[in-house]
């Protein structure tokens, strides 16, 4: 027998009960029901209760929460399966500021970056975190080159010292 204390079944809804096809009740009555039955916290079982704030401000907290995001829906919506106009699905997405700090020429394109060098400051001190090589068109990595390419410098910006294959063809700015 595997573990079940890490293991939690949050209930969100309640589509049939006693026999009762409860898909066309309302949504807040569907969970009035559900709350009934499940209660409150019951070990593995929860009830997964709602919100009726600010879409944005209960995402907000979610994501502080590391959580994966929320699920928004019209409280007097009947139930319906797959997609619908009656919910919205919002996804916390971490973000994170880069520093350019330099770019590889590209292979394929006499005049283009291949791809950007990224760091981020810690206590002061530039971090080589990796490159990116996709998602700009070609116009762009034109672009870039001829900006990046205009404020070169000799040496690089970073505290540590990247590895040979880190710093391959690498022209810093």
């Excluded at 139930?79 to 996804?91: H, Q």
């Excluded at 394109?109 to 291949?114: E, F, H, K």
Aim: hydrophobic content about 35%; aromatic content about 10%.
């Amino acid at each position: 027998e595997g573990r079940s204390d890490r293991f939690r079944f949050y209930v969100f809804d309640l589509l049939h009960l006693d026999g009762y096809d409860l898909r066309d009740v309302a949504l807040i009555t569907r969970k009035e029901l559900l709350e009934k039955i499940i209660g409150g916290d019951n070990g593995i079982i929860s009830y997964s209760g709602h919100f009726e704030e600010n879409g944005a401000l209960v995402l907000q907290h979610a994501c502080r929460l590391s959580l994966e995001g929320i699920v928004s829906k019209l409280r007097d919506a009947p139930y319906r399966s797959g997609r619908s106009k009656n919910w919205v699905k919002s996804k916390c997405s971490a973000r994170q500021e880069f520093v350019v700090a330099g770019y590889v020429p590209s292979t394929t394109s006499r005049n283009a970056i291949g791809s950007l060098i990224l760091g981020v400051y810690d206590d002061g001190k530039l971090h080589h975190v990796g490159r990116v090589g996709t998602g700009y068109t070609a116009a762009v990595a034109e672009s870039l080159f001829k900006k990046l390419e205009r404020i070169r410098i000799p040496s690089t910006p970073f505290d540590e010292r990247l590895t040979a294959e880190e710093a391959r063809q690498v022209r810093y700015v």
